[in-house]
């Protein structure tokens, strides 16, 4: 067996090279077991530091080799950064931390860790339980003894207004936040949303003078079934980029409805003019020739 050589510290988070010497090194095991088999650490705990000019708490661990951390700050929000910040509302709360170790879990509860004293603001709104994606939506705030507000929409908008207007551009269930604060008190309220698919109607003609049928181009974004009003008494349904033929001149309104018949059908207008019959003659070719100008409405 090798012996120790005197006046030299072993240091087990080290490796040996005979020409560099020690380099230090993460350890892959504790001490005396072998690599990938050490037990998770035996304990888990925590400081709580309280932080100047209602920056709130700062959660400190104290737990060797965790790899992630899931922090509960008993007031209904949670954390999975290793020393988060946290402002709580009036109230006594407790506080858990997990960390993950070594292929296993370790949980450490504080019961009435935290305790806030003061006056209370009262975090409240209204809005409707399902709206459009791409509509814009009116958050109506009736918080109560709050000055200052934030609102997180589930979608990674964020707002400071008191009470703004939002679209969501994507589809789904949305949980929207309102915190409402009172110097360095704060009170929360969440409403589920949902945000259910729409398309933003649009189109273009592409038409040859030589061809008798006018091209209309589906340029919505989003959408799943499509009513086309061609201006001239003909409608159809469920085509994306139909074509049509104008029996006379003259001007026409072509409408195209995006999910036609549901909450959230979309629909543009554009205001489509045919030119003069003697400005379209190319020898034998006669056809209508449509200028577009987009106008959307929102059913």
Not at 261 to 289: E, I, N, V
Request: charged share 20%; net charge negative; aromatic share 10%.
């Amino acid at each position: 067996m090798p012996r120790a050589l005197p006046g030299i510290a072993y240091d087990r988070n080290a490796l040996v090279f005979l020409s560099l010497g020690f380099l230090p090194t993460l350890p892959n095991s504790i001490e005396g077991e072998p690599p990938g088999t050490a037990p998770a650490p035996a304990y888990v705990d925590f400081d709580v530091q309280e932080l100047p000019q209602c920056s709130g708490h700062r959660f400190v661990p104290k737990a060797c080799l965790a790899s992630s951390y899931q922090w509960d700050f008993g007031d209904g929000w949670t954390d999975a950064r290793e020393q988060p910040t946290h402002r709580y509302g009036v109230g006594t709360f407790d506080v858990s931390l997990t960390v993950h170790a070594c292929g296993q879990d370790r949980t450490l509860m504080r019961a009435d860790l935290i305790t806030v004293e003061g006056i209370q603001p009262h975090a409240s709104f209204n809005a409707l339980d399902s709206v459009c994606q791409h509509q814009s939506t009116e958050f109506i705030n009736s918080s109560e003894l709050a000055s200052e507000y934030h609102w997180w929409f589930g979608d990674g908008a964020q707002s400071t207004q008191e009470e703004p207007m939002h679209a969501f551009n994507q589809h789904g269930q949305m949980s929207v936040t309102l915190v409402a604060a009172e110097g360095c008190i704060l009170d929360t309220a969440r409403q589920a949303i949902r945000v259910m698919p729409a398309a933003i109607a649009s189109f273009h003609t592409a038409s040859d003078p030589c061809d008798e049928r006018t091209y209309l181009v589906n340029t919505s974004v989003g959408g799943v079934d499509w009513r086309w009003d061609f201006g001239d008494g003909d409608t159809v349904r469920f085509w994306r980029d139909p074509n049509h033929i104008y029996r006379s001149m003259g001007e026409f309104n072509v409408e195209l409805v995006s999910d036609p018949y549901t909450m959230c059908a979309d629909t543009a207008r554009p205001r489509c003019k045919q030119a003069t019959a003697s400005s379209l003659s190319r020898g034998s070719c006669r056809t209508p020739s449509l200028r577009t100008t987009t106008e959307r409405t929102t059913s």
